[in-house]
C-alpha cells in the first residue's frame, strides 16, 4: 500500500526543482532517452507490411517497459526511504516541463523584441512543429499563445494527472506514451500507419487531462468567457484534446486562435478558435504564463489535499 508521503514528499520536491532548474541542457534527460529508443525502434520496424501492427507492438512495449522497470526498481529501494525519496522527486521533476515552457517562450517573445521577426522565427522553431519562416509577429505571439496553452496540458496537468493515479512509474509511462506521440504520430507518408496506434493511445491518454487543463485556467481566472469557449469552441480542432486549453486561454484573452499553416511541408487548416482578431501583446503573453504557472500550483494543491484528507 502506498503511503501518502510516497506521493507526496516527491511531488512537492520534484515540483521545486523543476521552478529552480528548469530543464538544463547539461543534465541528462529521461526523454532523450525515450527518444533514442523510439528512433532505433522505428528505423527497424518501419518498413514493409503491417505497419500498423509493428508501430503499435513498439508503442505498447515501450510504454509497458518503463512503467515496469520503473515499479520494479522503486519497489527495490523502498527499504532505502532517504534514496527512494531522492529518486521519485528527481523523476518527477522530470516529468514536468512547466518552467521550461514558459522560459522557452518567453525567449521568443524576447528575441523577437529586441532582435526583430527573423530572430524570434528562428526561435519560436525551436519549441512548435509548424513552419516558422514566413509567419508575421502577430503569427509569432499568437502560435506561443497556443504552444502554452497545449503544452500545460500535455506537459504538466496530464503528466501530474498520472502520477497522482500512479505514481513516478505512471507518470514516466504517459512521457512515454507522449514522447511516441511527438516524434512518429504524425500523418504523412511515413508515419501514417506505423504511429497511428501512437497517435490514438495519445488522444485517449490527454482526454481527461486536456479538459481539466481547461477548466482550471477558468477557475483560477474566473473568466466565465473562457468557460463559454470551452464549450463553442472545444471541440473545433484538429486535435480531439488540444482545442479545449486553446478554447480556454482564447477566451480569457479575447483572441483568435487557429487557422492554416504549414507543418513538415503540408499545409493544415486548422478551424479558427474564437473570433477576435486582436494583436497579440507581449502582455498576452506573460499574462498566460501566469496561467501556466496558477495551474501548475493547483494542480498540485488538489492531488495534495486528495492524498491528505481524501484517501
Not at 523523476?91 to 528575441?111: K, M, P, T
Request: hydrophobic share 50%; net charge positive.
Amino acid at each position: 500500500m502506498i503511503n501518502n508521503s510516497d506521493i507526496i514528499l516527491p511531488l512537492l520536491a520534484g515540483f521545486a526543482l523543476d521552478c529552480i532548474l528548469g530543464d538544463p541542457q547539461w543534465l541528462p534527460h529521461p526523454i532523450r532517452i525515450f527518444g533514442s529508443a523510439i528512433s532505433r525502434g522505428e528505423k527497424q520496424l518501419n518498413t514493409g507490411e503491417n505497419r500498423k501492427i509493428k508501430g503499435a507492438l513498439l508503442a505498447l512495449f515501450l510504454i509497458l517497459f518503463t512503467f515496469f522497470v520503473l515499479r520494479l526498481f522503486l519497489v527495490l529501494l523502498a527499504q532505502f526511504e532517504i534514496l527512494s525519496l531522492i529518486l521519485s522527486s528527481v523523476f518527477v521533476f522530470y516529468g514536468l516541463a512547466n518552467h521550461s515552457l514558459i522560459r522557452e517562450a518567453l525567449h521568443v517573445i524576447r528575441q523577437l523584441r529586441l532582435n526583430g521577426v527573423v530572430a524570434g522565427r528562428k526561435q519560436l522553431s525551436r519549441i512548435v512543429g509548424r513552419d516558422t519562416s514566413s509567419l508575421s509577429e502577430n503569427e509569432i505571439r499568437t502560435a506561443v499563445l497556443e504552444t502554452l496553452a497545449e503544452n500545460l496540458s500535455d506537459g504538466v496537468v496530464a503528466p501530474l494527472f498520472y502520477y497522482a493515479i500512479g505514481g513516478v512509474p505512471a507518470m514516466m509511462a504517459y512521457k512515454m506514451a507522449n514522447t511516441l506521440d511527438s516524434m512518429i504520430g504524425y500523418k504523412n507518408k511515413r508515419y501514417t500507419q506505423f504511429g497511428w496506434f501512437a497517435a490514438k493511445l495519445d488522444d485517449v491518454l490527454n482526454f481527461i487531462p486536456a479538459r481539466l487543463t481547461a477548466f482550471l485556467m477558468v477557475l483560477i481566472t474566473l473568466n466565465y468567457r473562457g468557460l463559454k469557449y470551452i464549450f463553442k469552441y472545444g471541440n473545433k480542432h484538429a486535435s480531439p484534446n488540444a482545442g479545449y486549453p486553446e478554447a480556454a486561454l482564447a477566451g480569457i484573452l479575447n483572441c483568435k486562435f487557429g487557422g492554416p499553416n504549414m507543418y513538415h511541408g503540408v499545409l493544415v487548416d486548422k478551424p479558427f478558435i474564437g473570433k477576435n482578431n486582436k494583436t497579440i501583446t507581449d502582455k498576452d503573453v506573460i499574462k498566460a504564463c501566469i496561467i501556466n504557472s496558477l495551474v501548475c500550483l493547483c494542480s498540485l494543491l488538489i492531488i495534495v489535499s486528495i492524498y491528505l484528507f481524501l484517501l
